[in-house]
């Protein structure tokens, strides 16, 4: 089983920039579609964005389309997200996920993160 862990969260002011890393135990990592999905206090888990093996197919959430890219290093097991133009909306628990398959819900994964906290000041 794969171990991820998330870093790079935080408090930004709108319209500010993080940067998310999700680092995987396993070489493997090459191997897996990757995702992003976050949880908003009393909402439920929601699809952000998704990455190839290779990076070749990539798919954002319509309110995260343009602002937010993923990317992933296969050669250091690392996947990225890097987020522009923040808006307090976007503040949520961000986690990392590994899939076989290809989709934009749960059900496509496998492994998750621990999360790790965004927080997006107006």
């Known amino acids: 089983q794969v171990q991820l862990v998330e870093s790079g969260g935080g408090l930004v002011q709108t319209g500010g920039s993080l940067r998310l890393s999700c680092v995987a135990s396993s070489v493997a990592f090459k191997n897996y579609n990757m995702y992003w999905f976050r949880q908003a206090p009393g909402k439920e888990r929601e699809f952000v964005a998704a990455l190839s093996t290779l990076g070749y197919r990539q798919i954002y959430a319509d309110s995260v389309k343009g602002r937010f890219t993923i990317s992933r290093d296969n050669a250091k097991n690392t996947l990225y997200l890097q987020m522009d133009s923040l808006k307090p909306e976007d503040t949520a628990v961000y986690y990392c996920?590994?899939?076989?398959?290809?989709?934009?819900?749960?059900?496509?994964?496998?492994?998750w993160g621990q999360g790790t906290q965004v927080t997006v000041s107006s």
């Open positions: 996920a590994a899939g076989m398959t290809w989709g934009t819900t749960p059900s496509a994964v496998f492994a």
